[in-house]
Nanobody, 122 residues
Framework: QVQLVQSGGGSVQAGGSLRLSCAAS????????IAWVRQAPEKEREQVAR????????DYASSVNGRFIVSRDNAKNTVYLQMNSLNPADPAVYYC???????????????WGPGTQVTVSS
């Protein structure tokens, strides 16, 4: 079964940018829909972005729309989340997850990455 390996993240000042990467290990990402989901302490889990298999369809949560960009390079077996204009509402652990369906419902995403912490300082 494919495993998801995440990289990127870290700490940035408010207004700054970070890019997260999600790569496949032991398989391919190119046949899966991918979502980015974040979990902050004492907040509900939020799917911030998702992307279709060929990358031609994307959707974003209203909280990040216009600031975050999800993309994929199937030749590199990698999905990216470019996060711009980061603000104090964005700190969380960010997960990538794969699914056989394109959905906002997180329970349909069966394989999850380990998560990466994003911190924003003011």
């Amino acid at each position: 079964q494919v495993q998801l390996v995440q990289s990127g993240g870290g700490s940035v000042q408010a207004g700054g940018s970070l890019r997260l990467s999600c790569a496949a290990s032991g398989g391919t990402l190119s046949t899966y829909f991918i979502a980015w989901v974040r979990q902050a302490p004492e907040k509900e889990r939020e799917q911030v972005a998702r992307i279709s298999i060929n990358g031609d369809t994307t959707d974003y949560a209203s909280s990040v729309n216009g600031r975050f960009i999800v993309s994929r390079d199937n030749a590199k077996n990698t999905v990216y989340l470019q996060m711009n204009s980061l603000n104090p509402a964005d700190p969380a652990v960010y997960y990538c997850a794969s699914s056989n369906v394109y959905s906002y419902r997180d329970y349909l995403f069966r394989v999850w990455g380990p998560g990466t912490q994003v911190t924003v300082s003011s």
